[in-house]
Each structure stands twice: as C-alpha cells, then as structure tokens.
C-alpha cells in the first residue's frame, strides 16, 4: 500500500476551497457537507503581526488604540518625547494660572496659548471616546476650566488627564511621523 492512500485512510477531514476563497468545504466521510467560513476561521487562529508604529493616520485611531500604540514598547522613545513635549502644556497652564497671574496679569496669555493647545487634542479625544461633538466640547471646557480655575486638588486631577491625553495624542503623532519618514526613505532608496 502506498504513502498516499495510508495518509487519507488515517484522515477523517478534507478541505476543499472553492474558487471564490470566501467558503471552505469541510468534508467528512460520514456526514454531509457544511460550508465554514474563511474569515471566521481565520479570526479564531491567525494574530495581526505587531508593528512598531501607528498603522492607520491617528485622527482615525480610537482613544484605546491611541493608548496601546503609545504603550508599546518598540514606541518608547517616542512616548518619552510625547510625555516631556504633551505633558509640558498642561503643567505650563497650571503653574502659570495658579501662580503666575497673580503677580503678572499678562500671563494670562500664555494659559490661553496653553488652553488652545490642549483643547484642540482632548476635543479630537472627547469625540473619539463619546461619538458626540457636544459631548466633547463639555468635556473640554470641563477639565480646561477645572484645571485653569478651580482649586488645587480638583486642578491637579485635571492636570494628570489633560498631561495624560496630550502626552499619548503627541506620542501617537510622533510615531506616525517616523513610519512617514520610512516610507519616504525606502522609495528614496528604491528611486536610485
């Protein structure tokens, strides 16, 4: 007896593709046949690969998917510099609010500056999280106006937030940039 015919007495199973690739024919010698879906099958076993970088632009990405991106360890250097640069902004506007204009009430443009700054990124973050505009707009005007006038433990609460989101927000625009600048390096290199 050959090679051939021990294996498909041993097997049970066969899988046939149709030609179209969305269906597999599962045949059993004993039963009927019953259609099993590809991308059911596919999304029970196979992982997406890891990748080092934002794969979709970041006002696409949701607030988790912005988070996790940020989080990942092959991203760390660029969610160090998103830290220091997005997470300056809200501790300007907090020091500067609450202990600044006191004595200089011209610095108040600088929490201004520093308000308009973070509003934008926890707006884009507010709509991302809620799916409203509205909602996200009370949210801004909520942690931007706690962190500018309210007293300190209220403030300091704010802070940590609006550190937090503009920190992964200026990570996550930070690795797309890198993933652009590869992009531009590889067709360089490919055009020579």
Known sequence: MSTTATKTKKTTKT??????????????RSKKKSPVSTAK???????????????????????????????????AFATAVGVIVGGFVPLAVYRTAHFGVQAHPALWILVLGGLIYSALTVFQWGVAAFSSPIKSIGFVLLLEGTLTFNEHALALGALSILAFINAVATACNLIAQKKEARKEAIAARKAK
Do not use: H
């Open 41 to 75: 099958k596919n999304a029970e076993t196979a992982r997406a690969p890891r990748k080092a970088y934002c794969p979709v632009p970041v006002n696409q990405l949701g607030v988790i998917d912005q988070i996790a991106n940020a989080f990942r360890m092959e991203n």
């Open 15 to 28: 899988a046939v593709k149709s030609a179209s690739r969305k269906t597999v024919l599962v045949m059993d």
